[in-house]
Nanobody
Framework: QVQLVESGGGLVQPGGSLRLSCAAS????????MAWYRQAPGKQRELVAT???????DYADSVKGRFAISRDNAKNTVYLQMNSLKPEDTAVYYC?????????WGQGTQVTVSS
């Protein structure tokens, strides 16, 4: 059974940076996309960033220029570098790995941006 384990969340001041990591335990083959989502209190889960099999990346408008998604294929790990953080970035962040026949989610990691 594949599990996604996230790390790197925490409390940071506005303007600060955090790096989230998500590692898959077990073997995953033919990943189509790795992504990060987030869900703030009282809001729906939203897609933050995606990295596709070929390496193309997509970002939500709200994080363009501040966040960067990357991966290590050998380790089945996806990262989210978050810079210039704002209070509105506060949310639980979830990683996702999807293929044609599977869709795995992490348990979520809390990111709080506050002074």
């Amino acid at each position: 059974q594949v599990q996604l384990v996230e790390s790197g969340g925490g409390l940071v001041q506005p303007g600060g940076s955090l790096r989230l990591s998500c590692a898959a335990s077990g073997s995953i083959f033919s990943i189509v996309a790795m992504a990060w989502y987030r869900q703030a209190p009282g809001k729906q889960r939203e897609l933050v960033a995606t990295i596709w099999r070929g390496g193309t990346t997509d970002y939500a408008d709200s994080v363009k220029g501040r966040f960067a998604i990357s991966r290590d294929n050998a380790k089945n790990t996806v990262y989210l570098q978050m810079n210039s953080l704002k209070p509105e970035d506060t949310a639980v962040y979830y990683c996702n790995m999807a293929g044609l026949s599977y869709n795995y989610w992490g348990q979520g990691t809390q990111v709080t941006v506050s002074s």
